[in-house]
């Protein structure tokens, strides 16, 4: 019999409140960005003095805080009374100038239809809408997602020049360490006005923003300050990251909570740290652009033959003959794709794709030695390569039925 909802919410739990241990939680008081916080909020407050406040970038790697730090800023900005206005636009979803200014105005004017209007048109729309006098923050996170970046640099800065009152400013945020150089100078200099950079966080920060966490989010006594140290050990030691921190800390506590065990220790932050390892690595296979996925989908299939082929004549995985050709991979990609009627991509384009996967940790490739084969490229997958088959063919499923 299948059980009741009353069942299965009186099953007993770790968590006092979940959503608390989820990355997407921003906690009222954030420890180690007071300095960070207040150089922001000090770059916005001109605006709050009806001046145009100096653009800043600010640039940290993945999980150092700088999305709820400037989060955390506009609410504060939202409650001091003023008729300046701030935009959060996230560049992964509004990738385009097209689609930040379609944003801003819909921020600026919530009843207009934007469907169907030109850029010219839109650009128009904001500007008289501004320039009645508004002090306009943008604040693009993610930035180094906008395909035509330089363009819209330039329509955002252009716009002091035109206004008659008010202002347009830019709060850009990005994780990329190269991205500044693929700026043209001119957008450069006007975007670096302000510069602000986010250190990773060491291991004793990383063990009080996670016992902070846990305090909020597990009953009293489920953690073990020895499973705290732990999380924040390997978080900082792998990439200072808080987010994965985090997830973590979820992933021990559902863990504990299928066992059904009221703790949680080192080992199930052991445990945890091997499931979240997997989803890191699939979520960014998903992302992957189409081809990528495919030269992966290639190799995985041919090495789930190959593992039947060795299995039978008992070969030892780690030697040479557990890798794959690079030969026998683009066969494979051929074969693939020409299946998902995705024409396939030239041999030089086929080694930068290896090269791109190689780079993720999602597969290692050698040179071989000068034998029988000649000097070939070997390659091998970094996961299960029956999980990361089920995911790209997935993956595909949902394109092709769409
Ligand atoms: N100082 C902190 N105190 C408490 N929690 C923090 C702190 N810094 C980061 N976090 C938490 O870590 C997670 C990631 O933070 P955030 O999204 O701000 O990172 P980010 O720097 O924007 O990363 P990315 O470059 O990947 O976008 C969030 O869940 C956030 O709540
Ligand atoms: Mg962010």
């Keep these: 019999m299948s059980p009741s909802f009353s069942e299965i919410l009186s099953k007993s739990t770790v968590f006092s409140d979940r959503n608390v241990i989820s990355p997407h939680y921003i906690p009222a008081i954030l420890p180690f960005r007071e300095k960070e916080i207040h150089k922001i909020m000090a770059g916005l407050s001109p605006a709050l003095k009806n001046e145009r406040p100096r653009n800043m970038f600010i640039y940290g790697k993945t999980g150092t805080g700088k999305t709820c730090s400037v989060r955390h800023v506009i609410a504060k900005f939202l409650e001091h009374p003023s008729s300046a206005k701030t935009c959060y636009i996230?560049?992964?979803?509004?990738?385009?100038?097209?689609?930040?200014?379609?944003?801003?105005?819909?921020e600026l004017m919530p009843?207009?239809?934007?469907?169907?209007?030109?850029?010219?048109?839109?650009?128009?729309?904001?500007?008289?809408?501004?320039?009645?006098?508004?002090?306009?923050?943008?604040?693009?996170?993610?930035?180094?997602?906008?395909?035509?970046?330089?363009?819209?640099?330039?329509?955002?800065?252009?716009?002091?020049?035109?206004?008659?009152?008010?202002?347009?400013?830019?709060?850009?945020?990005t994780n990329k360490l190269t991205f500044k150089d693929q700026l043209d100078s001119r957008s450069r200099s006007s975007l670096c006005e302000n510069e602000m950079v986010f250190d990773t966080y060491t291991?004793?920060?990383?063990?009080?923003?996670?016992?902070?966490?846990?305090?909020?989010?597990?009953?009293?006594?489920?953690?073990?300050?020895?499973?705290?140290?732990?999380?924040?050990?390997?978080?900082?030691?792998?990439?200072?990251?808080?987010?994965?921190?985090?997830?973590?800390?979820?992933?021990?506590?559902?863990?504990?909570?299928?066992?059904?065990?009221?703790?949680?220790t080192?080992?199930?932050?052991?445990?945890?740290?091997?499931?979240?390892?997997?989803?890191?690595?699939?979520?960014?296979?998903?992302?992957?652009?189409?081809?990528?996925?495919?030269?992966?989908?290639?190799?995985?299939?041919?090495?789930?033959?190959?593992?039947?082929?060795?299995?039978?004549?008992?070969?030892?995985?780690?030697?040479?003959?557990?890798?794959?050709?690079?030969?026998?991979?683009?066969?494979?990609?051929?074969?693939?794709?020409?299946?998902?009627?995705?024409?396939?991509?030239?041999?030089?384009?086929?080694?930068e794709y290896l090269n791109d996967l190689e780079m993720l940790g999602l597969i290692t490739t050698i040179e071989s030695g000068a034998g029988m084969r000649g000097r070939t490229r070997l390659i091998r997958i970094g996961h299960s390569p029956a999980d990361v088959q089920k995911i790209i063919e997935k993956n595909f499923a949902i394109i092709e039925s769409k």
């Design 111 to 173: 009843t207009l239809d934007s469907m169907g209007f030109g850029l010219a048109m839109l650009y128009e729309k904001v500007m008289s809408e501004i320039g009645k006098g508004t002090h306009f923050v943008a604040i693009l996170d993610e930035l180094d997602m906008v395909k035509d970046l330089d363009d819209l640099l330039y329509t955002l800065t252009r716009a002091n020049d035109e206004l008659p009152a008010g202002s347009v400013s830019v709060i850009g945020i």
């Design 203 to 264: 291991t004793t920060q990383m063990q009080a923003i996670l016992s902070q966490r846990a305090k909020m989010g597990f009953k009293p006594g489920v953690v073990d300050d020895g499973a705290v140290n732990l999380a924040a050990a390997i978080a900082a030691q792998e990439t200072g990251d808080a987010r994965y921190a985090i997830k973590l800390l979820l992933k021990a506590g559902e863990m504990a909570d299928e066992k059904g065990t009221a703790k949680i």
């Design 90 to 106: 996230n560049c992964r979803m509004y990738n385009s100038r097209y689609r930040v200014i379609q944003k801003i105005a819909k």
């Design 266 to 351: 080192d080992k199930e932050v052991e445990e945890a740290r091997r499931s979240v390892d997997i989803d890191v690595a699939f979520e960014a296979i998903s992302t992957l652009p189409d081809h990528q996925q495919l030269v992966l989908l290639a190799i995985s299939n041919l090495a789930l033959d190959k593992g039947k082929n060795t299995r039978l004549t008992g070969g030892a995985p780690e030697e040479e003959d557990s890798f794959l050709t690079s030969g026998e991979v683009y066969e494979q990609y051929s074969v693939l794709s020409k299946k998902h009627r995705k024409p396939r991509r030239s041999a030089r384009w086929y080694r």
